[in-house]
């Protein structure tokens, strides 16, 4: 007998530079006092925006930029294939705020978030499993939640993962902003 399957691979990374994180903070807030009105394409309650290509993002996006290439690492892929940010933005989050279900096939192959700040209660990103399978949720009791992966966020944490899986973050349920970088990324040739 000869067994094949489907898979999807979630990278998940801690790279907590603390001089890129506080600095990508502080231009976020001068961002948003400059651009008060949310882009809001998947922030409710929040205030998102594209990063503009200045060298004051420069370092968050090397940042993210390296850890992505690692993640890579995992799907074998030929030399030829490079990959660019096709959007790149920054949310924050003050509590009460949230991201709907949503996913992002036709911006890019891959989706990632890169916490800068977040206290307990920020709310988890919820991955949802594209292969959804009832009958481990609810006729055998088990420590693994099969429907979904669920990232804590923790400043200098990150995540990378298919864009066509749909995924959500749960309500800032703190007292503090829950700041993020996120991407959109898309595979190109180099020659």
């Known amino acids: ?16 530079n603390d001089k890129v994180i506080d600095s990508t903070i502080e231009s976020l807030y001068r961002l948003r006092e400059k651009e008060n009105k949310s882009d809001g394409y998947s922030n409710t309650n929040g205030w998102q925006k594209n990063l503009p290509n200045t060298d004051e993002f420069q370092p968050i996006k090397k940042l993210i930029e390296k850890n992505f290439a690692e993640y890579l690492k995992v799907y074998k892929i030929n030399e030829d294939i490079g990959f660019k ?9 003050p509590p009460g705020a949230y991201h709907p279900m949503h996913y992002a096939t036709t911006l890019g192959e891959f989706s990632g978030v890169y916490y800068l700040k977040a206290q307990e209660e920020a709310g988890e990103l919820f991955i949802m499993n594209p292969f959804p399978n009832a009958f481990f949720n609810s006729l055998c009791k088990t420590k693994i939640d099969y429907n979904s992966r669920v990232i804590e966020p923790c400043k200098g944490r990150g995540t990378f993962f298919y864009s066509g899986l749909p995924h959500f973050t ?22």
Not at 85 to 93: L, S
Not at 170 to 183: E, F, L, V, Y
Request: aromatic share 10%; with cysteine; hydrophobic share 40%.
């Open 1 to 16: 007998m000869k067994y094949t399957n489907f898979s999807e691979v979630i990278g998940i990374f801690e790279d907590k």
């Open 85 to 93: 940010f096709c959007k790149i933005f920054g949310n924050i989050n």
């Open 170 to 191: 749960d309500m800032n349920r703190g007292k503090k902003d829950r700041i993020t970088i996120a991407c959109h990324i898309r595979m190109t040739l180099v020659r």
